[in-house]
């Protein structure tokens, strides 16, 4: 893309970039903004909650060739419909307003973006009862008149004044309202605000973020009583969607803030967001039915939220065949969840692997072609609790041996993903099994007390016994060249057959390494992998 684009124009393809790169610095300061969350309730999710919100924004996002209206139509509309949270909702506020503004040019320049944030910033401050100062509005606000000042400049100019500008106004949170000076914290959805920010500002201009621009840290040491829930506040969060008259929403956001507070109502064109705290959780809901169709209704009761501590580190979780193959991953760091042929796994207990292992990033490992769609509902289940959660689509246990022996903590999330998917996707596999009724295979017809040999998930030779069908399996791996060479030995596997696989090797493939382990599984005397 030219230089004068990038920088004088907004266009479909810039709004994707920045919408990757907000979502991935979201995920990486998500649990710091989380420690920031004293106010309006110290539930510790507002890091959680703007990330969800970005997320199911960027999942709305069409692809193919789109008109710039069309595209940041869908962006908003994402977010309106997966906004969580207090901070999400008004996040989701911003978004759309902003959005109605730019898609009213073919192609906004940097007076346009201007505009569409002071509108934006008028829209949330509109959509909130009681707007405080010292919160995100606070930082809207001032990132939208920086930006309307340096709006005769270049694009540029708009997102590093309006960066600047929100950093600034961050830091004077923690002056502005009583919780965050004794906490000794800036606001925690101001914070979220200013990585969105500095996303806009990194895409734009072609540079990372200058230093200081991410997520502040705290000021004094904390105060540990500014933590604790406020025993006079309301006790539920509320949050719906409601289908109803734009002309009926007034009324209702006033009778709303007779219920409670933290009340935020935004949308617009017959479908809304509905927040508020209250202790009246019905009287809540039938405002709502009142004079629409409220639904995905959700209550959280504030007393089971609490601090939390937040989690860390990364984990990967393994589906397992065996004892044997459950010892390997376990060695090697992985959470086992007992699997293969004859006892499938499910999505309940990979959920309850994931939400054991007490980590905000966490790897699947499938290791079975059958497995692979329970990972992936598994995991999009999971995301929707903050969790990201990558499937890597191994159909082998070998393939899975060969991702774990790779995995390292200390890289990225998206880098580790990489590399695992790499080397399970080098790794081609084979087995072989008895045949326990007559069927037709892609080998041909086998009869019951065959041997067959599989490769690469299909039969692919038939014979009398598991040793030629073992050889016959490793010579077609083989084929394809390779340097190391795994074999897992399950039930019914005998030293005998083992020996003769490890001999049939060493004689035609003198330059291939061989590692043997007792893998325990049913069904498959042996499971080859070859890298």
Known sequence: ??????????????????????????????????????????????????????????????????????????????????????????????????????????????????????????????????????????VARAAANAAAEASAGTLADVCLAAVRAGREALAKTTGQ????????????????????????????????????????????????????????????????????????????????DGLGDSVVVVGGDGLWNVHVHTDDVGAAIEAGIGIGRPYRIRVTHFADQGPKAPKTGRAVIAVAAGEGLAALFEDAGAIVVTGGPGRRCSTGELLAAIDRSHAPEVVLLPNDNDSIGVAEAAAMAARQNGVRVAVIPTRAQVQGLAAIAVHDAHRSFDDDVVQLSAAAGQTRHGAVTIAVKDAW?????????????????????????LISAATGVVDRLLGGGGELMTVVRGEGATTELVDALVRHVRRSRRDVDVVVYDGGQQRYPLLIGVE
């Not at 965050?180 to 979220?192: E, K, S």
Request: one cysteine or more.
């Open 1 to 138: 893309m030219a230089d004068d684009q990038v920088t004088q124009v907004l266009t479909s393809d810039v709004l994707r970039r920045w919408a990757r790169a907000a979502l991935t610095a979201l995920a990486e300061a998500r649990a710091e903004i989380d420690e920031l969350n004293v106010f309006p309730v110290p539930d510790g999710d507002t890091g959680t909650n703007i990330y969800l919100t970005w997320q199911a924004a960027c999942e709305a996002l069409p692809e193919g060739d789109l008109s710039f209206a069309e595209v940041v139509s869908a962006f908003g509309r994402g977010a309106l419909l997966g906004a969580r949270g207090n901070s999400g909702v008004i996040t989701s506020q911003l978004i759309r307003a902003g959005g109605i503004r730019l898609a009213q040019v073919e192609r906004p320049g940097p007076a346009d973006l201007a505009d569409a944030m002071v509108q934006a910033a008028d829209a949330a401050y509109n959509a909130v009862a009681k707007p405080v100062e010292g919160t995100m509005l606070t």
């Open 177 to 256: 309202l009583e919780a965050l000076r004794r906490a000794g914290v800036v606001d925690a959805g101001g914070a979220g605000l200013v990585v969105i920010l500095g996303a806009m500002e990194m895409v734009v201009t072609g540079r990372a973020p200058r230093p200081g621009t991410g997520v502040p840290a705290r000021v004094p040491p904390p105060v540990e009583e500014a933590h604790e829930l406020d025993p006079d506040g309301p006790a539920y969060e509320v949050m719906y969607l409601l289908d109803t008259t734009d002309d009926e929403v007034a009324d209702f956001r006033r009778r709303l």
């Open 441 to 465: 295979t892609m080998a041909g017809t086998c009869r019951i007390g065959d041997a067959l040999g599989v490769v690469d998930g299909d039969f692919a030779l038939i014979t009398d016994d």
